[in-house]
T-cell receptor, first 112, second 113 residues
Framework: DVKVTQSSRYLVKRTGEKVFLECVQD?????MFWYRQDPGLGLRLIYF???????EKGDIPEGYSVSREKKERFSLILESASTNQTSMYLC???????????FGDGTRLSIL | GDSVTQMEGPVTLSEEAFLTINCTYT??????LFWYVQYPGEGLQLLLKATKADDKGSNKGFEATYRKETTSFHLEKGSVQVSDSAVYFCALNRYNQGGKLIFGQGTELSVKP
């Protein structure tokens, strides 16, 4: 069964820590996305990548960076975690215009 | 800019009731439209999609028709089940921006036996 897999379902970190969220896909997606999901706000795009080593900022990139060294792996990095980054983070992969995205199960991140 | 607006939840229905979740959008050009569903503790799954005006997407008894004149893509199901309890997201594909999506805020549905 093809999948998008996020490395952790739950994660607890402290303010100021550097946090890595990992996402791996086996669907040969060209595009990969990182979202955060907050109640009442839906999903908001943080960063996306349309090719290896290529990335673009989404709607809320501040405080985040990403890395895509291989096609199947897309990492989200919180450079210095803050409490307002406590959220559900969702990774997705897709093939392009008019095509749906396939999502991982999400990582619920708490910053204390 | 492009945006998606959904009816607020939570929506609570009895089993076998008729469901409508409203979704309207503003967009440049002719976006594709999607409904995703998120079951408790899981990521989002594609429920249905429509790529042009008057297209009807359907899956698992759910339907939605792409209405360009009213910029709407309302989700309907004739008879809901307890297993349909989930959060539903309407989304559009951003015009001329590859595969990026804009999501509505989500509508929680709770179906009681």
């Amino acid at each position: 069964d093809v999948k998008v897999t996020q490395s952790s379902r739950y994660l607890v970190k402290r303010t100021g820590e550097k946090v890595f969220l990992e996402c791996v896909q086996d669907m040969d997606h060209e595009n990969m996305f990182w979202y955060r999901q907050d109640p009442g706000l839906g999903l908001r795009l943080i960063y996306f990548s349309y090719d290896v080593k290529m990335k673009e900022k989404g709607d809320i990139p501040e405080g985040y960076s990403v890395s895509r060294e291989k096609k199947e792996r897309f990492s989200l990095i919180l450079e210095s975690a803050s409490t307002n980054q406590t959220s559900m983070y969702l990774c997705a992969g897709g093939w392009g215009v008019n095509q749906p995205q396939h999502f991982g199960d999400g990582t619920r991140l708490s910053i204390l | 800019g492009d945006s998606v607006t959904q009816m607020e939840g939570p929506v609570t229905l009895s089993e076998e009731a008729f469901l409508t979740i409203n979704c309207t959008y503003t967009a440049t050009g002719y976006p594709s439209l999607f409904w995703y569903v998120q079951y408790p503790g899981e990521g989002l799954q594609l429920l249905l999609k429509a790529t042009k005006a008057d297209d009807k997407g359907s899956n698992k008894g759910f339907e939605a028709t792409y209405r360009k004149e009213t910029t709407s893509f309302h989700l309907e199901k004739g008879s809901v089940q307890v297993s349909d309890s989930a959060v539903y997201f309407c989304a559009l594909n951003r015009y001329n921006q590859g595969g990026k999506l804009i999501f509505g805020q989500g509508t929680e549905l709770s179906v009681k036996p």
